[in-house]
């Protein structure tokens, strides 16, 4: 058995956390991991630079301007997101 020091005292190392199930790293490996499939649209036009935040306030003013609130827990240029405020607001706002 792994014998650790934490705190002063000896005892058991930590268990290791548990392997991610298989889809989850897939998608880990095919959106996060790869410039070419990134699900978040300013990143292709703007990359990680400055400009973006920018981009990410127009989207969503833009929202906001046609009484759409996108998630607080996901930037508004995620594909998902964009996708459901074309769905969900009428066609005058999809003419950005």
């Known amino acids: 058995m792994c ?10 190392a930590p268990p290791a956390p548990p ?11 095919t ?3 790869s410039r070419r499939r990134c ?4 990143y292709y036009t703007d990359g990680d630079t400055r400009r973006r935040g ?5 989207l969503k003013s833009l929202y906001h301007d046609h009484g759409w609130l996108s998630p607080e827990e996901e930037l508004p240029d995620f594909l998902p997101v964009v996708l ?3 769905a ?5 706002a999809c003419r950005c």
């Open 88 to 92: 969900r607001s009428p066609e005058r």
């Open 31 to 33: 959106f996060d991991r």
């Open 19 to 29: 392997a991610p199930p298989a889809p989850a790293a897939r998608y880990v490996a």
């Open 54 to 58: 920018s981009s990410l306030a127009r």
């Open 3 to 12: 014998e650790a020091t934490f705190g002063g005292s000896r005892g058991p």
């Open 39 to 42: 699900l978040y649209l300013t």
């Open 84 to 86: 459901e405020f074309a």
